[in-house]
């Protein structure tokens, strides 16, 4: 059973720094690419990064310089380093799973995801 478990949130101020991290298990971590995703209350879903089980990744225009994707293979774990948070960039996010090795069309199209971690920024 593929399971996504977020950590890492929390409420900062604007220009602050928060690391997310999702643990995975119930399947070969290594063998798939992974997103982050995030929605904001009233919004749909907003893809965010994605990183190729080859450590290929891609990002949102809003995260190119902000957010830096990656993953560690030996502990089935996806993180994801943001800095210079605004409180734009509140809302839960989650990570996924892509069915695999490489970068789904469109972005959003994983086949699993997690409950989510809160992000919250603001003054």
């Known amino acids: 059973q593929v399971q996504l478990v977020e950590s890492g949130g929390g409420s900062v101020q604007p220009g602050g720094s928060l690391r997310l991290s999702c643990v995975a298990s119930?399947?070969?971590?290594?063998?798939?690419?992974m997103p982050w995703v995030r929605q904001a209350p009233g919004k749909g879903p907003e893809w965010v990064s994605a990183?190729?089980?080859?450590?290929?990744?891609r990002y949102a225009d809003f995260a190119q310089v902000r957010f830096t994707i990656s993953r560690d293979n030996t502990k089935n774990t996806l993180y994801l380093q943001m800095n210079d948070l605004k409180p734009k960039d509140t809302a839960m996010y989650f990570c996924?799973?892509?069915?695999?090795?490489?970068?789904?069309?469109?972005?959003?199209?994983?086949?699993?995801r997690g409950q989510g971690t809160q992000v919250t920024v603001s003054s």
């Open positions: 996924g799973r892509y069915p695999g090795s490489w970068f789904a069309v469109p972005e959003t199209n994983y086949t699993h």
């Open positions: 990183m190729s089980n080859g450590f290929a990744t």
């Open positions: 119930g399947f070969t971590f290594s063998h798939h690419a």
